[in-house]
C-alpha cells in the first residue's frame, strides 16, 4: 500500500482563502463513484477491484486512478472510452435522485473570503453533480478540476495553482478535505487542512490539522479567524 503522508500541526491565525474538495466534502457521491466504476471495469472490461484497492485510491483524482490501474493491474483502455460509459451510468442514477449536501455550507459560502474548489473530478461531472443540488458554478470564485491539473492528488499542484489563482499565500488558506490523498496534496502545498467528517466515507482525520464534524461546526471557527 502507498505510504500515508504525516503531516506537521498547522493553523492559519488569519484566513482570506478557503479551498474545498467536491466528492464526500460538498456532496455525498464517492460511495455512489465506488459502486457505479467498480460495475463498469467488472461489466465493460472483467477487471474486479478489492476494497483495499478502492480504498488506495480514495482520493485520488480521475486521471491518476487509471494511472494506478495501468501500473498497478495492466489496464491499458483509455480513461476516455471508460469515462463515457461511467457518466451515462451516473446521469442515469442521478435522475429522480438528489444528492445529499454538507450542512453548513451554504453558510461557508457567505463569508467574506475567497472560495475555490479543487477536485480530482472532471469538469462534466462535476458541472452534473453541482445541477443535481442546485448549487451554481460561480457560487465559487474558482472550480479547478482533473482536467485543470497535469498532476492529480496526492500532488499539490490543484493547490499550488488556486493560491495562485487567488493570490492568497499559503499560510492565510484553509482547505477542506476528506481523504488521506487530499490532504496529503494540501499540506504538501504548505496549506492547513481540516477534516469534515459529516459525509466522508472514510475517516482520515488523523491526517488532517483539525476535524470537524460539519460546516456548521467550521463555521464560527473560520468567521473569528478573517
Not at 482570506?16 to 457521491?29: G, H, K, L, N
Not at 472514510?202 to 483539525?210: L, T, V
Amino acid at each position: 500500500m502507498r505510504a500515508i503522508y504525516t503531516p506537521r500541526a498547522m493553523e492559519p491565525q488569519r484566513i482570506r482563502a478557503v479551498m474545498y474538495d467536491f466528492d464526500d466534502t460538498i456532496v455525498e457521491s464517492e460511495r455512489i463513484n465506488d459502486a457505479l466504476f467498480s460495475d463498469v471495469l467488472r461489466t465493460d472490461y472483467s477487471l474486479e477491484l478489492s476494497q483495499e484497492e478502492l480504498d488506495i485510491l480514495y482520493g485520488f483524482s480521475w486521471s491518476g486512478v487509471f494511472d494506478w490501474l495501468a501500473r498497478n493491474k495492466g489496464f491499458r483502455t483509455s480513461m476516455k472510452e471508460v469515462w463515457e460509459i461511467f457518466l451515462r451510468k451516473k446521469a442515469d442514477f442521478l435522475k429522480g435522485r438528489k444528492l445529499r449536501v454538507a450542512r453548513g455550507f451554504d453558510r461557508m459560502l457567505s463569508l467574506p473570503v475567497s472560495h475555490a474548489i479543487v477536485s480530482g473530478s472532471t469538469r462534466a461531472e462535476i458541472d452534473a453533480m453541482l445541477d443535481n443540488v442546485g448549487l451554481a458554478a460561480d457560487s465559487v470564485q474558482l472550480i479547478l478540476s482533473d482536467e485543470d491539473c497535469s498532476r492529480g492528488k496526492p500532488d499539490p499542484e490543484g493547490y499550488l495553482k488556486a493560491l495562485d489563482a487567488l493570490k492568497t499565500d499559503r499560510r492565510e488558506a484553509l482547505v477542506f478535505e476528506d481523504s488521506a490523498a487530499g490532504i496529503e496534496a494540501a499540506h504538501r502545498a504548505g496549506i492547513a487542512v481540516a477534516f469534515v467528517a459529516e459525509l466522508a466515507s472514510r475517516d482520515s482525520a488523523r491526517f488532517a490539522d483539525m476535524r470537524f464534524a460539519n460546516f456548521e461546526e467550521a463555521h464560527p471557527w473560520v468567521r473569528n479567524r478573517i
